[in-house]
């Protein structure tokens, strides 16, 4: 059945950081989601819907109900290892699913349930697959994320940052695994997030409506030519959205191996400290996105500015003391702040061997 039409994300106007965090993580799914917060009709559900358009195929094993990676047997679900064990498994291409969760959603719902009567009276395992199996390997979409039950929000996070889905009842478990892009969206005039969960989101972006009178026009040019053609605004497109999700995929390949400094560990905590950030989640998440803008620009080692574009998304949540309409960071200054603590780290605290040393161990550790 083929998919419906769905709006070009390079077709978007403006929107830019909204953007940038979707396409991270894309590249790199282990920075941990993106939160989109933002008023009525500034294209969140649009965006979304559009980058998972824009990934690639993937490769599974035939028949598995987890489209399990066959390429990683240590990941696999309970069902693979059993089914494994009488021989290969088959393989076969599946395209990267999109998983929408509606804001009723229960926990067995989310997560999955298991037959407890049938494993007792007929000592067999039997689960019934929740919205976590439909997304792995995929993108899953909550909008209005703020409205749902904060247990719910819970697992969903708690699963999106462990990569596995662990259901026990009666002594009985099963586990498979659970990788998956997640956006959240929200209104913020209809209820916020509590702090706790606020800042597992690894990255926030506010969107207001755009003020230029051109864009807007384009906005309404673009989506008025969308509605009367989509197959040929779609095809229009193509090349550009082509282009983008070939960056995607060769940026997926190579985030591994992108490498960094002492010095840069040094500058991204100096930053955090800097700006009063509490715990140490910013840190690394600023780090893995500046690894993914690396990759995605093509190159083998982070650079400030990646450091930069990473924190204006990682941190406008968890800055302390200001309202969040006040927290939005500027790149200027941030690169102000940047330097500031560059200056006082001064130059003999970070040799080269130590660096060496450090990039060589990036290069190796593996997600």
Same mark, same amino acid.
């Given at each position: 059945?083929?998919?419906?039409?769905?709006?070009?994300?390079?077709?978007?106007?403006?929107?830019?950081?909204?953007?940038?965090?979707?396409?991270?993580?894309?590249?790199?799914?282990?920075?941990?989601?993106?939160?989109?917060?933002?008023?009525?009709?500034?294209?969140?559900?649009?965006?979304?819907?559009?980058?998972?358009?824009?990934?690639?195929?993937?490769?599974?094993?035939?028949?598995?109900?987890?489209?399990?990676?066959?390429?990683?047997?240590?990941?696999?679900?309970?069902?693979?290892?059993?089914?494994?064990?009488?021989?290969?498994?088959?393989?076969?291409?599946?395209?990267?699913?999109?998983?929408?969760?509606?804001?009723?959603?229960?926990?067995?719902?989310?997560?999955?349930?298991?037959?407890?009567?049938?494993?007792?009276?007929?000592?067999?395992?039997?689960?019934?697959?929740?919205?976590?199996?439909?997304?792995?390997?995929?993108?899953?979409?909550?909008?209005?994320?703020?409205?749902?039950?904060?247990?719910?929000?819970?697992?969903?996070?708690?699963?999106?940052?462990?990569?596995?889905?662990?259901?026990?009842?009666?002594?009985?478990?099963?586990?498979?695994?659970?990788?998956?892009?997640?956006?959240?969206?929200?209104?913020?005039?209809?209820?916020?997030?509590?702090?706790?969960?606020?800042?597992?989101?690894?990255?926030?972006?506010?969107?207001?409506?755009?003020?230029?009178?051109?864009?807007?026009?384009?906005?309404? #040019?673009? +989506? =008025?030519?969308?509605?009367?053609?989509?197959? $040929?605004?779609? /095809?229009?497109?193509?090349?550009? &959205? *082509?282009? %983008?999700?070939?960056?995607?995929?060769?940026?997926?390949?190579?985030?591994?191996?992108?490498?960094?400094?002492?010095?840069?560990?040094?500058?991204?905590?100096?930053?955090?400290?800097?700006?009063?950030?509490?715990?140490?989640?910013?840190?690394?998440?600023?780090?893995?996105?500046?690894?993914?803008?690396?990759?995605?620009?093509?190159?083998?080692?982070?650079?400030?500015?990646?450091?930069?574009?990473?924190?204006?998304?990682?941190?406008?949540?968890?800055?302390?003391?200001?309202?969040?309409?006040?927290?939005?960071?500027?790149?200027?200054?941030? #690169?102000? +702040? =940047?330097?500031?603590?560059?200056?006082?780290? $001064?130059?003999? /605290?970070?040799?080269?061997?130590? &660096? *060496?040393? %450090?990039?060589?161990?990036?290069?190796?550790?593996?997600?």
């Amino acid at each position: 059945m083929a998919r419906r039409a769905v709006f070009p994300f390079t077709a978007i106007v403006g929107q830019d950081r909204m953007r940038r965090a979707l396409i991270l993580n894309a590249v790199s799914p282990r920075i941990g989601g993106v939160l989109v917060r933002g008023e009525r009709g500034t294209a969140k559900s649009t965006a979304s819907r559009a980058l998972a358009a824009l990934l690639p195929d993937i490769e599974v094993v035939a028949d598995c109900r987890f489209s399990c990676d066959p390429d990683r047997p240590d990941q696999w679900c309970d069902d693979c290892r059993v089914r494994h064990a009488d021989g290969a498994l088959a393989v076969t291409i599946r395209r990267t699913p999109f998983v929408d969760l509606p804001v009723s959603a229960t926990e067995d719902r989310v997560v999955g349930t298991l037959d407890i009567e049938q494993a007792i009276q007929k000592g067999e395992k039997h689960f019934e697959p929740g919205v976590l199996a439909s997304a792995n390997r995929g993108l899953l979409y909550v909008d209005e994320v703020n409205l749902l039950d904060d247990h719910v929000v819970d697992l969903l996070l708690d699963s999106a940052a462990m990569g596995i889905n662990i259901v026990e009842r009666e002594g009985i478990s099963f586990s498979h695994p659970a990788k998956f892009i997640l956006v959240g969206t929200m209104n913020p005039e209809e209820g916020d997030l509590r702090p706790q969960l606020l800042d597992r989101f690894a990255f926030c972006v506010n969107i207001t409506g755009l003020k230029d009178t051109t864009q807007r026009v384009q906005i309404m #040019e673009r +989506r =008025l030519a969308f509605e009367m053609n989509p197959g $040929g605004f779609r /095809d229009e497109w193509a090349p550009s &959205e *082509s282009t %983008l999700s070939d960056q995607i995929s060769q940026a997926r390949s190579r985030v591994n191996q992108v490498r960094y400094s002492r010095r840069d560990l040094a500058s991204i905590a100096g930053l955090t400290a800097a700006l009063n950030v509490d715990g140490h989640r910013a840190d690394l998440v600023i780090l893995r996105g500046a690894q993914a803008h690396a990759a995605f620009h093509g190159r083998d080692r982070i650079t400030d500015e990646d450091v930069i574009l990473a924190a204006e998304l990682a941190l406008p949540h968890r800055i302390k003391g200001r309202m969040f309409q006040d927290t939005a960071v500027s790149s200027a200054e941030l #690169e102000d +702040r =940047l330097s500031e603590v560059q200056s006082d780290m $001064g130059d003999g /605290d970070m040799g080269e061997s130590q &660096e *060496s040393q %450090l990039e060589q161990s990036s290069v190796k550790k593996k997600p």
